[in-house]
């Protein structure tokens, strides 16, 4: 249940961290971790439709996949510093 929770929290924390985050259905310790298991979930979902998109679809499906890959590449980047500040606090 937690694995479903981080990926809609991280789909948009801004949106969700209240209800999830802040109502205690996603722990604190674990939601700054949710965009980049989102991203990945969101880049590889794309990855896996690129061979069954439709003529019409292709060009709007492979936008999206980009989309997903750069926000998968930032995330990446982030989880770095993201680490770092969750070890600081221990």
């Not at 991280?10 to 674990?30: I, N, Q, T, W």
């Not at 880049?43 to 998968?72: I, K, M, N, V």
């Amino acid at each position: 249940m937690f694995t479903f929770l981080c990926y809609l929290e991280g789909s948009d924390p801004e949106k969700y961290h209240g209800p999830l985050v802040g109502a205690g259905y996603l722990p604190e310790s674990r939601a700054p971790l949710c965009p980049q298991a989102w991203a990945m979930l969101d880049y590889g979902w794309w990855t896996q439709l690129a061979p069954h998109f439709s003529e019409a679809f292709e060009e709007r499906g492979d936008r999206a996949r980009e989309r997903s890959r750069d926000r998968l590449i930032a995330e990446m980047k982030a989880l770095g510093k993201k680490l770092d500040e969750l070890r600081s606090r221990q």
